[in-house]
């Protein structure tokens, strides 16, 4: 497939279903490319639509049917826009570090596909927001489902969730008091079930 040129080309790319309850035109929108006039289009779309299919079937999917309806916050960045984001400080890593993550129709530096959506599970909200325990979400996707990278941002618990070959499965947080790594290879706490850290979210969102 070709980078969309026109309307009915961006519309046909816009319907591809990515999953089950997924298409395309879900990932697509951006406030940096929005306000700042820049193309949030894919130079290679069937990269991007392999690398969100196989986030959207391996993660969006298993956590929307435990957890209920998930709101994407940001996800897709064509380089372009990735870059402007970067070079104004609004919240963009480089280019070269979001390749195989919000950039989806890139390799990594390693030749390695992967994909990245922030997304905010809805039912959470109240939870976090009542007792502060973004952890409960991190330990419940740990344990189920097969990510590389987690990052929690303070509104909403939102988080970054990527798929990547061969995986990291790291765990980082932004939300105080307890910013930086949750766990990652190496750490003691990383092997393992953790059911006691989201055994009460359970049972509230039951």
Not at 66 to 82: D, E, I, K, M
Not at 114 to 138: K, L
Not at 153 to 167: K, V
Not at 176 to 185: A, C, D, F, M, N
């Amino acid at each position: 497939m070709r980078k969309p040129q026109t309307v009915k080309a961006l519309e046909d790319f816009g319907r591809v279903r990515l999953s089950e309850s997924f298409f395309m035109r879900d990932f697509l929108y951006s406030e940096i490319a929005a306000i700042n006039g820049l193309s949030n289009l894919p130079d290679d779309p069937d990269l991007a639509i392999a690398a969100g299919t196989v986030l959207c079937e391996t993660l969006l999917e298993p956590l929307q049917q435990q957890f209920g309806r998930l709101s994407v916050r940001s996800a897709y960045r064509s380089p372009q826009v990735n870059e402007f984001g970067n070079l104004h400080d609004l919240n963009c890593s480089t280019n070269a570090k979001n390749y195989a993550g919000h950039i989806w129709d890139r390799r990594d530096t390693q030749g390695r596909v992967g994909a990245t959506a922030c997304v905010v599970v809805n039912r959470f909200i109240p939870h976090y927001q009542r007792t502060g325990d973004w952890e409960a979400m991190a330990w419940w996707v740990h344990d189920h489902l097969p990510y590389s990278d987690m990052e929690f941002f303070p509104r909403y618990a939102a988080f970054n969730l990527q798929w990547r070959e061969e995986p990291i499965r790291q765990i980082s947080s932004y939300i105080p008091p307890r910013r930086g790594k949750l766990t990652g290879p190496g750490m003691e706490n990383w092997a393992g079930a953790h059911e006691t850290a989201y055994a009460v979210m359970l049972k509230e969102l039951d």
